[in-house]
């Protein structure tokens, strides 16, 4: 009978013990045919990984070979939808001269056919007694709105100093119900802070603005209104604008420059006097340096939108100042400041020393102003030597 094993598997040939044989029996190693076969095992099975390692990486790089043409080709739409949407831009404002071309000359030949009626009636009347009492009446005493729009228009600069009116046009229109409308275009500037362009359409009948549109820019008017005052924006939005209310646009936004101008004004100073307080560095760091600023540009569109102010005293203390500009009352579109003042201990806990510091400040400008209201609290709360500036 043979002695033979019956192997089943490479595992069973490893683990099984070699039968004795002539060389084992005199003392000599035994197996070396078995490790070398271990040994090629073990290298085939390493080749194998690596070679699965090598498709892995090839198949990655394809992946990320598609990815950029698709990357690529998504650009090119990109590109290519912006050039679309800008030709029909083009088309659109085409059509729209087109169109108002022609409702020129549809207003034009109904002003003729009016003036013509409006002679023949006024030679009819012309014959009576009191022709002359009724110029006079008409021409001289009528208490209705001036019909010059630049003189009106010189008045509304008069009393809103802060805002200047910009590119100013005017045309007749007939409307569906053959009314006739003066459309009035303009641009409200306040200078380097904002622009509305405003849309006006005046019943000629009844001397009232029926519509008021505004125009688009770059930037949306309301986006930077809404940055100076979100509570203004949000009324003009959706109350001063749909109901009409030109007076009240033209207040708020007057009131609304004025504030800012107040508010840029003031803490440029404040920055300047305490600017080695300053946190906020990178974003003020065109304000800070040794040199005041003389360019209002940069100053202006570094200063406009900025509320808040934070000042580190002696690494103790962190006193935050914020300046919000609020619509006060919706009646007359009159704008007003919020300035508080928060002060935390340097790893920003509250503390009962700092509970009344708002109310005390508060007091504090109604009877010494922003600035010294600001030194009497770094001096009296954060024990901060004002001198030593």
């Not at 290519?80 to 020129?104: G, I």
């Not at 580190?312 to 914020?322: C, E, G, L, P």
């Not at 300046?323 to 508080?340: F, G, H, M, P, Y």
């Not at 030194?375 to 024990?383: G, L, S, W």
Request: include cysteine; proline fraction near 3%; glycine fraction near 2%.
């Amino acid at each position: 009978m043979s002695h033979i094993t019956d192997f089943t598997s490479l595992s069973d040939l490893l683990h099984t013990s070699p039968l004795p044989s002539s060389s084992t029996a005199n003392g000599e190693n035994p197996g070396p045919s078995l490790n070398l076969a271990a040994s090629n095992i073990q290298q085939e099975n390493q080749q194998e990984q690596e070679e699965q390692v090598s498709n892995s990486t090839v198949e990655l790089i394809k992946l990320q070979g598609s990815k950029i043409e698709l990357i690529e080709s998504r650009d090119s739409l990109v590109k290519q939808r912006s050039e679309l949407n800008s030709q029909v831009e083009d088309l659109r404002l085409r059509l729209r001269m087109l169109k108002e071309r022609q409702a020129s000359l549809a207003n034009e030949k109904r002003m003729n056919e009016l003036l013509s009626e409006n002679s023949s009636e006024y030679h009819r009347s012309i014959n009576t007694n009191n022709q002359q009492q009724q110029d006079f009446i008409l021409n001289i005493l009528n208490v209705y709105p001036s019909s010059d729009w630049d003189k009106r228009l010189d008045q509304l600069r008069m009393f809103n100093p802060y805002l200047e009116l910009e590119s100013l046009d005017t045309s007749n229109y007939y409307d569906e119900t053959n009314h006739m409308i003066r459309m009035v275009q303009f641009t409200v500037v306040s200078p380097l802070l904002f622009k509305i362009p405003l849309r006006l359409d005046i019943e000629c009948a009844r001397d009232s603005v029926v519509k008021i549109e505004v125009g688009k820019l770059p930037t949306p008017p309301m986006l930077t209104i809404s940055l100076l005052s979100p509570s203004l924006a949000n009324v003009l939005i959706k109350n001063y604008i749909p109901n009409n209310k030109i007076n009240l646009i033209m207040y708020g936004v007057n009131s609304l420059s004025k504030l800012v101008h107040k508010r840029i004004s003031t803490m440029y100073k404040l920055i300047r006097k305490f600017k080695d307080l300053i946190n906020d560095r990178i974003i003020l760091q065109d304000l800070l340096t040794e040199q005041e600023c003389d360019d209002n540009l940069k100053l202006f569109a570094i200063m406009k939108s900025l509320d808040r102010v934070q000042f580190n005293i002696n690494n103790q203390f962190k006193v935050i100042m914020t300046w919000k500009i609020v619509l006060r009352d919706t009646i007359t579109a009159t704008c007003e400041s919020q300035i508080n003042i928060y002060i935390t201990d340097w790893q920003n806990q509250h503390n009962s020393k700092f509970k009344s510091a708002d109310e005390l400040f508060q007091k504090l400008i109604e009877k010494y102003g922003i600035n010294n209201a600001l030194e009497i609290v770094f001096k009296n709360i954060c024990d901060y030597n004002i001198d030593a500036i």
